[in-house]
């Protein structure tokens, strides 16, 4: 084993040895400033005895309270705090021994050397331990990491700038960037105003930001700065590699609700059994956390994926949980398993939504979307289910596509049907970030594969939101809900997807991509919408609003469903249930 190569040990062992040489550097240098630096002989006794009692207390407490396990290079002030109280002490017991020996083994002993001493341990003791971490920051500052920009409120670019000069090698802060604080310091970084910033420079090559900003209001005066490494800071890990994660276009679309009410969400699911069809898919997977979060009783998990019903049954760890493998379009299944377990509250988030795929596969769309949610619906009634919560899709607004109409023709049942004592209210918004099939999955694949991204128009536009967001509002819908209404989330402005797929680009990095127009799908079109007219009422909540209801005899809607089920022409029937059906095939 090279004997340089570092263990807990050795370190202890160094630092006792630099110790007692602090020690005893400080006991002679304060006899021969005591003695105008000739130190008589009767003295040097005193001397020889100051630094062994010193010395031993000293050690003794600096092992007990674990100084010489600090790491050179991470030495804080509150390692500081601690040795100073230890140097303190130390000196106050010797102060004490010395008055209470004075006149036996202390005998003529010089006091004023004792506060000498004190001042001047705490000097060489103190600078022995900062030293490694003061070379390093000030005089290596730039060979520990690549100059970084923080853009934090005062009390988060403290933390920042903290961990990074404790635990990161690979970026160093030069810079906070806050205007209403410009001209001061924090942890020996310079605070100034974007306009000094855009002088200031200094080679920055990387963007910490904290995520509590709204990163896409900033993003185009961060690349107004030519930076192109933009990092989100995470404030919930103390692992390094985990702090920072890189900038998503996520964070650059995200489009967070300032009226989340995380307190009525949580009465609504504490302690209550939730079944959750399609808990495999993105939505319902998301449901599932939240449920887990928000302290439901018990989960049903209903997919018919093998795949996707144990990814999320391993995930959900800190509340009961059981799998359940069936298909929503199987009654007799549905109904044992409602009969079995009984639940208080059911959220409906399985469906066919790919529109190209449900496009070619007509029936099968129609036997899940339609029959299964009619399933689960008149199950929940059966068993006298508290609540049930349908999820819907922007795409039932004015459908171009089966998969829109299908999910229309459900919220039509849905607010139509005699719930009796169960409550059932559907939740309509557009599209979510990364879901499975969305558009950012796929123009992710082709960047990192190399290949030009394909977008289909380029004046298509769509909603998104985050997922989690997304569900939370799903969550408080159902919970403010009391039978009947179909709840829109506020999804904020319409997003171009070409902007969309621009910004991923810049965000790669790479310069080789391209943008290819493909042409619009069957069944889809330029523009989503929310609204069917213009005549909505508004909840407590700005992000939650209620569709005009729009009623249809539940009896010939289930006529309607049967006959649609035996038709051969079912996208003339389709039409003749919702009349607003506009099939567009876009070949």
Known sequence: MNILTPTNFKRMLFFIVLDLFAIAASTYIAFLLRFDFSIPLQYVSDMYKSFFILGSIRIVLFYILDIYKVSWRYFSFKDQVQITYILISSTIVFTILVYLFRESFFSGYPRSVIPIEFLLSFVFILASRVSKRFFLEVYSRYSLGKPTLIIASPQRAEEITRKLLKNNQEYWPVVIWNDDIKGLKINGVSVKSYKEIKEFHEGIETVIVSNEYEVKDIYDDIKALNIHNIKVFNPISDYEKDILVDISVEDLLARHPKDLDKKIIEKFIKDKTILITGAGGSIGSEICRQCEKYSAKKLILLDHSEFNLYSIEQEINNISTVAVMENIRDLDLIETTFEKYKPDIVIHAAAYKHVPLVEANITEAILNNVIGTKNIIDTAIKYKVNKLVMISTDKAVRPTNVMGTTKRICELYAQNINGKSTEIVTVRFGNVLGSSGSVIPKFKSQIDKGQNITVTHPD????????????????????????????????????????????????????????????????????????????????????????????????????????????????????????????????
């Open 460 to 587: 298509i536009t769509r909603y998104f939101m985050l997922i989690p967001e997304a569900c939370e509002l799903v969550l408080q819908a159902g919970a403010i809900g009391k039978g009947g209404e179909i709840f829109i989330l506020d999804m904020g402005e319409p997003i171009k997807i070409v902007d969309l797929a621009k910004r991923m680009i810049e965000l790669s990095g790479r310069d080789d991509i391209k943008i290819e127009f493909t042409g619009l799908r069957p069944g889809e079109k330029l523009y989503e919408e929310l609204l069917i007219d213009e005549t909505d009422a508004q909840t407590q909540y700005e992000s939650i609003t209620i569709a005009k209801s729009t009623f249809y005899d539940i009896e010939k809607l289930k006529l309607d469903i049967e006959e649609l089920l035996k038709c051969n022409n079912k996208l003339e029937k389709l039409q003749e249930i919702v009349p607003e059906f506009n099939h567009q095939k876009n070949n």
